[in-house]
């Protein structure tokens, strides 16, 4: 390969938000191999909001493990912000939101959004201060000193999101962030969050179980089919950013929900 082509190739990968490349995962259960993951092929540039969509068990959550370095790939390469997911974790380069906030019941919010601060070994000030400015991005300000149990379902998945950014991120892994809430709280934290992502701008994999929320989100939706976990198609979505309530309603918008109700029909139903 030749200076001009390695540095392409080089410069290429650098912009990749996220990729799988051939990704293949199988699971041994009971000394059977199960195969989760049928060479997956994706390629997210940086800064791009994708979701992923799919009947329960086709592999989703699995993915975002790939990505997250929690689960190594049986074959085939993936790639985050550019390098691997295990240098990516180890570079705090990568964020992660369940549907579970998982925060500390004993910590205080403030003290919740600084953990993985602390556990990088910033001093309290700092952790504190971008703590607090966190906790205002997400809409908490005033509830710094509040326990967890003290706030709803919605507050605190902001929480987790606060806490998911307080690294600074490249990549933001979202699994089901909201699945738990109700239709009106989702509606809003959906909103947020694409202002939120308006002004950080992180690559993010955002996995719904939801047609409306992947729409309004994302600039394309990765629709995936079950036994063997594969990807269907990856539907575009025609509509500018930023976006209000009012994209919703665009024909657009209603375009892009036709096209994935009809690959999730095909892909063994939804
Ligand atoms: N650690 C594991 N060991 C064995 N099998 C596993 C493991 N993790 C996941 N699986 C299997 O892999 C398949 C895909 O699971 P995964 O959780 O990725 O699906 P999903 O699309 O996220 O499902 P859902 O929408 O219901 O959350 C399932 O059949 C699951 O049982």
């Not at 705090?92 to 953990?115: D, E, H, I, T, Y």
């Not at 906790?135 to 998911?164: C, F």
Request: charged share 25%; hydrophobic share 40%; net charge neutral.
């Amino acid at each position: 390969m030749s200076t001009d082509t390695t540095e392409a190739t080089e410069r290429q990968t650098r912009l990749v938000g996220l990729a799988a490349r051939d990704v293949v995962k199988t699971f041994s259960v009971k000394g059977k191999e199960n195969l989760v993951l049928d060479t997956i092929n994706l390629e997210i540039p940086k800064g791009e909001f994708v979701s992923v969509i799919g009947p329960s068990g086709c592999g989703k959550s699995t993915l975002l493990r790939i990505f997250a370095d929690l689960i190594p790939v049986t074959s085939g390469t993936a790639v985050v912000d550019g390098i691997s997911p295990q240098l990516a974790r180890a570079d705090r380069r990568l964020g992660v939101v369940f549907q579970q906030a998982n925060l500390m019941p004993w910590r205080s919010v403030l003290r919740n959004v600084g953990l993985p601060l602390e556990v990088e070994g910033r001093g309290k000030v700092a952790r504190d201060a971008t703590s607090r400015e966190l906790l205002e991005l997400v809409g908490l300000a005033g509830y710094e000193k509040h326990l967890p149990r003290q706030l709803s379902g919605g507050m605190q998945q902001r929480v987790a999101i606060a806490r998911a950014l307080s690294t600074e991120p490249d990549v933001l892994l979202m699994d089901e962030p909201f699945g738990a809430l109700d239709e009106i709280t989702r509606e809003r934290l959906n909103q947020e969050l694409l202002s939120i992502w308006g002004r950080l701008r992180p690559t993010v994999l955002f996995i719904t179980h939801s047609i409306p929320e992947a729409v309004f989100l994302s600039s394309r939706v990765v629709v995936m089919g079950a036994r063997p976990g594969r990807i269907v198609d990856v539907v575009d979505v025609d509509l500018p950013y930023p976006r209000d309530p009012g994209a919703r309603t665009d024909p657009a918008f209603h375009a892009a929900e036709s096209r994935i109700r009809a690959l999730l029909a095909t892909a063994g139903g939804h």
